[in-house]
């Protein structure tokens, strides 16, 4: 008890996982870039992928990139530069899906990453979703 380890505010504990074990969530192998571009999305775009795709978006996604997708969400309009527009006709249709995977897990610029708080199923039905954006 008198070695405790002392850390500032918003300072991140060093926490050691348990000897021979394995990880649940959030720590999957990430592809880079170039492999991302030709790895495909292994969730099939069902209904109800989609609606759990869209479902995720509205809560992670929506503050910053809009429900359009266009980067006018109610938070994002506060940035300089604005969230990226996924939009059919914008910046985020020109990424492959699995670009797109590696940029929600690992976040991108002022984006954070989810790893963390979506599993990757979750991760690539919000790319699923993405797809049916007018």
């Given at each position: 008890m008198f070695d405790n380890p002392a850390?500032?505010?918003?300072?991140?504990?060093v926490r050691l996982p348990p000897e021979?074990?394995?990880p649940v969530k959030g720590k999957e192998r990430i592809p880079s870039m170039a492999e991302a571009k030709k790895t495909r999305n292994p969730v099939e775009p069902t209904e109800q992928a989609?609606?759990?795709g869209k479902e995720s978006y509205g809560i992670f996604c929506v503050p910053c990139h809009g429900s359009s997708g266009k980067g006018?969400?109610?938070v994002g309009k506060k940035?300089?530069?604005?969230?990226?527009d996924l939009s059919p006709g914008g910046h985020g249709?020109?990424?492959s899906d699995g670009e797109l995977f590696v940029i929600i897990s690992s976040g991108v610029g002022g984006m954070p990453a989810f790893r963390a708080?979506?599993?990757?199923?979750?991760?690539?039905q919000i790319v699923s979703?993405?797809?049916t954006l007018k």
């Open positions: 850390f500032k505010p918003q300072e991140e504990p021979a074990s394995v989609l609606l759990k006018d969400g109610p940035y300089v530069p604005t969230p990226s249709a020109h990424h708080d979506l599993t990757p199923t979750e991760r690539w979703y993405l797809r």
